[in-house]
């Protein structure tokens, strides 16, 4: 059965930075895209990025272009999303998932499997 599990988040003031990380075992890690989600008290879970099997291309919503880098380490099964200039918007429980693909759709779409429980991201102004 396989699983991921989220690290790193934390409370940082607006303009701050943090690293994410998304731990895979039990998955073909290196044979998948991954993305990262986040959901906020409220509102509907929304996708953050996402990136292919070999890191070749990579996709972000609108509202993280420029602020957020999604990366991955297969020797390590290891997915990152640098945030970076996060605002008190950005504050919300962030999931990574494995896609069922080595290739996402159009803006990270797809089907996705394994989800972990997310880690808190909370920006203070």
């Known amino acids: 059965q396989g699983q991921v599990t989220e690290s790193g988040g934390g409370v940082v003031q607006t303009g701050g930075s943090l690293r994410l990380s998304c731990t895979a075992s039990?998955?073909?890690?290196?044979?998948?895209?991954m993305g990262w989600f986040r959901q906020a008290p409220g509102k509907e879970r929304e996708v953050v990025s996402c990136?292919?099997?070999?890191?070749?291309?990579?996709n972000y919503a609108d509202f993280v272009w420029g602020r957020f880098t999604i990366s991955r380490d297969n020797a390590e099964n290891t997915l990152y999303l640098q945030m970076n200039s996060l605002k008190p918007e950005d504050t919300a429980l962030y999931y990574c998932?494995?896609?069922?693909?080595?290739?996402?759709?159009?803006?990270?779409?797809?089907?996705?499997?394994?989800w972990g429980q997310g880690t808190q991201v909370t920006v203070s102004s």
């Open positions: 998932a494995a896609h069922s693909s080595p290739y996402y759709y159009g803006r990270c779409s797809g089907t996705y499997h394994y």
């Open positions: 039990g998955v073909d890690f290196d044979d998948v895209a």
């Open positions: 990136i292919t099997w070999n890191g070749g291309a990579t």
